[in-house]
């Protein structure tokens, strides 16, 4: 059975840094492209970032492309999210997310319980 | 704003059918049969309904039933169930990697 659990979330002030992590296991890894997927108190859902089975491919949402980076461990089967230059209406619930299958227009079949960031002073 | 629309809100009665569109442009929606709807449940994870427009994945009851036409996409839930009470959020490939996602509609069973 597939497991992800993300962890990392906290209270941060404006323009501070957090790391989110989201550990994977009960599948191939390092098969899979995985996602972040932020949803704001009361919200709908919004994608931010991406990353390719192998690292070497990422994608990112305008809204936080130069402030956000995504990475993976995969001999840890572990995908990372830095987040820098934090803003209040950064925050939301992360979800980490696997893609369902090879490609880029993949869907998400597996998600996380998700992280609560809360970016306030 | 959202990149596709979605009513804020449908209902039914039990063993009723309830369809939630969800309408994007002739980029996403209408040109790509890369729809996806996911069902969330209160202070859980989103799950996977249906992709590729009208595709379930294992697990899924038929119940649930996805279609398109032009740039407007429809999630049928038929046999509707105290359980189906949720939010619905239908998304799209648009191309370059960034899919789109629906505001959500509110689904509630009566």
């Known amino acids: 059975e597939v497991h992800l659990v993300e962890s990392g979330g906290g209270l941060v002030q404006p323009g501070g840094s957090l790391r989110l992590s989201c550990s994977a296991s009960g599948f191939t890894f390092d098969g899979y492209s995985m996602h972040w997927v932020r949803q704001a108190p009361g919200k709908g859902l919004e994608y931010i970032s991406g990353?390719?089975?192998?690292?070497?491919?990422?994608y990112y949402a305008d809204s936080v492309r130069g402030r956000f980076a995504i990475s993976r461990d995969n001999s840890r089967n572990t995908l990372y999210l830095q987040m820098s230059s934090l803003r209040p209406e950064d925050t939301a619930v992360f979800y980490c997310a696997k893609s369902y299958y090879y490609g880029e227009a993949a869907p998400f079949d597996s998600w996380g319980q998700g992280a609560l960031v809360t970016v306030s002073s | 704003q959202s990149a596709l629309t979605q009513p804020p809100s449908a209902s039914g009665s039990p063993g009723q059918s309830v369809t939630i569109s969800c309408t994007g442009t002739s980029s996403d929606v209408g040109r790509y049969d890369y729809v996806y709807w996911y069902q969330q449940h209160p202070g859980k994870a989103p799950k996977l309904l249906i992709y590729?427009?009208?595709k379930r994945p294992s697990g899924v009851p038929g119940r649930f039933s996805g279609s398109k036409s032009g740039n407007t996409a429809s999630l049928t839930v038929s046999g509707l169930q105290a359980d189906d009470e949720a939010d619905y959020y239908c998304?799209?490939?648009?191309?370059?990697?960034?899919?789109?996602f629906g505001g959500g509609t509110k689904l509630t069973v009566l």
């Open positions: 998304s799209s490939y648009a191309g370059s990697n960034n899919p789109l």
């Open positions: 590729e427009v009208n």
């Open positions: 990353i390719n089975y192998n690292g070497h491919t990422t």
